[in-house]
């Protein structure tokens, strides 16, 4: 069965205190790794798309990574407004998105 | 602004009542998305349109009736729904459900609450 595993469920951190958030997946015939971020009251918002182990990308201070069995979320000298939810989901054979439960993020100043 | 509008922001509704969730895409998409999200779990896929054409129910209860007129628009048909039918609803659109998977784009989404 595809599944994703998100961890830890909840972080916080002190403002410019880097840290990483992982996922673990199982899906059959992985067509792309995708993150999210979910802010309270709105719906998830598109940040990166992963299609191959070894590939990153970046956007200001998150760098995203995938192996073949899990991706990471790297925050670097994060801020308060950095704190949401990071959701991430594996697309799988038929088009679908499996998703993890997330990762609470909280950034204090 | 995500390109994807979902009406209304919040519902309260009687068990017995019938009321529809409205999803409206202004990005050029052809796949439309509704996804169920409660508390403490994944979010959960229910259905799946491409090109108009429903290509994916996931043993959805029959409470629960989707329509999708063109590739712009999607509505969620509620009725007779039960209290654990309480959560927010999205929705969101992708340029189509190809081979290669590409992101979906989400609506703020429905706050549903059954009395």
């Known amino acids: 069965e595809d599944q994703v595993t998100q961890s830890p469920e909840a972080l916080r951190l002190q403002e410019g205190e880097s840290s990483s958030l992982n996922c673990s997946y199982t899906?059959?015939?992985?067509?792309?790794l995708f993150w999210y971020r979910q802010d309270p009251g709105k719906g998830p918002e598109f940040l990166f798309t992963?299609?191959?182990a070894g590939e990153e990308k970046e956007k200001e201070r998150l760098k995203a990574t995938l192996t073949k069995k899990e991706s990471f979320l790297h925050i670097t000298a994060p801020k308060p407004e950095d704190s949401a939810t990071y959701l991430c989901a594996g697309g799988g054979s038929q088009g679908n998105l499996i998703f993890g439960k997330g990762t609470k993020l909280s950034v204090k100043p | 602004e995500t390109g994807v509008t979902q009406t209304p922001r919040h519902l309260v509704m009687g068990m017995t009542n019938k009321k529809s969730l409205k999803c409206e895409q202004h990005l050029g998409h052809n796949a439309m998305y509704w996804y169920k999200q409660s508390a403490k779990k994944p979010l959960e896929l229910m259905f799946v349109y491409n090109f108009k054409e429903q290509t994916e129910n996931n043993s959805v209860p029959s409470r629960f009736s989707p329509e999708c007129p063109n590739s712009s628009h999607l509505f969620l048909h509620l009725h007779t729904l039960q209290p654990e039918d309480s959560a927010l609803y999205l929705c969101?659109?992708?340029?189509?459900?190809?081979?290669?998977?590409?992101?979906?784009?989400f609506g703020d989404g429905t706050r549903l609450s059954i009395l």
């Open positions: 992963l299609y191959s």
């Open positions: 969101a659109s992708s340029l189509s459900t190809g081979n290669s998977n590409q992101p979906q784009h």
């Open positions: 899906v059959s015939g992985l067509r792309g």
